[in-house]
């Protein structure tokens, strides 16, 4: 019983099923990426759209002035906050600890030979 293989239609066969997977996955992966896009825009015009119905909806302009002195002051917490923690250097030290001598340990008792 011979096998024979046609190279030449394997390398056909391969190449076509290559090129319809990476197709299927390319399309998928546009599909997620529109689809996460456009997930956020969708649900907060909904938001929009219910909390308007309701009533409750109100833009309100709000000019908040922030002084020199108050942004030099948290821009000192964030700073110092950060600061919290040691720098600790990078060296592990491992100690060796001498064993205590105990008979329970001791492989000497275990060795005897009997003679007879």
Same mark, same amino acid.
């Given at each position: 019983m011979h096998l024979i293989f046609q190279i030449p239609e394997l390398i056909l066969e391969g190449g076509i099923i290559a090129v319809i997977g990476y197709t299927i996955v390319f399309t998928a992966l546009l599909i997620l990426y529109y689809t996460f896009l456009y997930?956020?825009?969708?649900? $907060?015009?909904?938001?929009?759209?219910?909390?308007?119905?309701?009533?409750?909806? %109100?833009?309100?302009? +709000?000019?908040?002035? *922030?002084?020199?002195?108050?942004?030099?002051?948290? $821009?000192?917490?964030?700073?110092?906050?950060?600061?919290?923690?040691?720098?600790? %250097?990078?060296?592990? +030290?491992?100690?060796? *600890?001498?064993k205590v001598y105990s008979p329970w340990s001791s492989k000497i008792y275990g060795t005897r030979t009997f003679s007879r």
């Open positions: 997930l956020g825009k969708v649900l $907060a015009w909904n938001t929009r759209r219910r909390l308007a119905q309701a009533g409750k909806l %109100s833009h309100q302009e +709000t000019e908040i002035e *922030v002084t020199g002195e108050e942004a030099a002051a948290i $821009a000192l917490a964030i700073f110092l906050c950060r600061d919290l923690h040691d720098d600790e %250097s990078d060296v592990i +030290t491992i100690k060796r *600890v001498s």
